[in-house]
C-alpha cells in the first residue's frame, strides 16, 4: 500500500508570493492534517480535514489555508509569503476520524522562502 | 503556533546499549500519547502508543512508560542499533482543540 505523498518536495519561493501544496494521503484515508516544522518551534498543527470539512484549527494566521477533495487529497495554501514561513511542511493522514487512530506522515515539502 | 518547549537535546549511546529518551508533557488531561522517529529527509514515523489507563506498553525492542503523576513519559530502546539514530518526538492528544502537540523532540546518536 503507497504511503502518504506529498508534492512537491522542494520550493524556493520569494517573499510576498503566495504556494499550493499538495497532499495524497494512504488509500482508504479519510482525515489529512497538515503540521508546519521548523528548527525554532518544532512540529506544529496547522489544521486537519476530515470528509472535505475542516474540523480543527491551530495558531496560525489566515494566510495559512487549505482544503480537502472528495478524494481526499488535500492542499494548503500560503498566501503573501513572508521569510518565517520557511519550513518543513508536512501532511499526514489517519484512516477515520478518531484521533487515536494511528497518523501516518508524509515526505514533506521544504519551502525557502528568500 | 503552539509547541512543547524549544530546547532539543541530544543523546548519545553505543551501539548495543538500552536508550531511554525522556519527554514531559503539559497537560494533565491528555489521555493518549505517542512516540515518533524522524530520520533526516524524512517524516517522523509511528513507533508505539500509549493510552493514560496503562502504565506501560511494549513494543519490539521498544517499551513507552507513563508517570501521570509527575506528567512523564519515557521511551526505552532496547539494543540500540545505528539504524536508530533518529530524533524522537513525543506527543499528547490534546482533548481541548482536539489535536496532537509535540514536544521539540531528542536527537538520538548511536556510535558503533
Known amino acids: 500500500k503507497a504511503g502518504v505523498t506529498q508534492t512537491p518536495r522542494y520550493l524556493i519561493k520569494t517573499r510576498g508570493q503566495q504556494v499550493t501544496l499538495s497532499c495524497s494521503p494512504i488509500s482508504g484515508h479519510r482525515s489529512v492534517s497538515w503540521y508546519q516544522q521548523t528548527p525554532g518551534q518544532g512540529l506544529q498543527f496547522l489544521f486537519e480535514y476530515f470528509s472535505e470539512t475542516q474540523r480543527n484549527k491551530g495558531n496560525f494566521p489566515g494566510r495559512f489555508s487549505g482544503r480537502q477533495f472528495s478524494n481526499s487529497r488535500s492542499e494548503m495554501n500560503v498566501s503573501t509569503l513572508e521569510l518565517g514561513d520557511s519550513a518543513l511542511y508536512l501532511c499526514?493522514?489517519?484512516?477515520?476520524?478518531?484521533?487515536?487512530?494511528?497518523?501516518?506522515f508524509g515526505p514533506g515539502t521544504r519551502l525557502t522562502v528568500l | 503556533g503552539e509547541s512543547v518547549g524549544l530546547h532539543l537535546p541530544t543523546l548519545s549511546v553505543q551501539e548495543g546499549d538500552n536508550s531511554i529518551i525522556n519527554c514531559a508533557y503539559s497537560?494533565?488531561?491528555?489521555?493518549?500519547f505517542i512516540w515518533y522517529k524522524q530520520e533526516s529527509g524524512k517524516g517522523p514515523q509511528f513507533i508505539i502508543d500509549?493510552?493514560?489507563?496503562?502504565d506501560k506498553r511494549q513494543g519490539q525492542r521498544v517499551t513507552v512508560l507513563l508517570n501521570k503523576t509527575v506528567k512523564h513519559l519515557s521511551l526505552q530502546i532496547a539494543a540500540t542499533q545505528p539504524g536508530d539514530s533518529a530524533v524522537y518526538f513525543c506527543a499528547e492528544l490534546m482533548e481541548y482543540g482536539n489535536k496532537l502537540v509535540f514536544g521539540a523532540g531528542t536527537i538520538l546518536r548511536v556510535k558503533s
Open positions: 497537560n494533565s488531561a491528555s489521555d493518549y
Open positions: 500509549i493510552r493514560s489507563n496503562m
Open positions: 499526514a493522514s489517519r484512516r477515520a476520524g478518531g484521533l487515536k487512530d494511528t497518523q501516518y
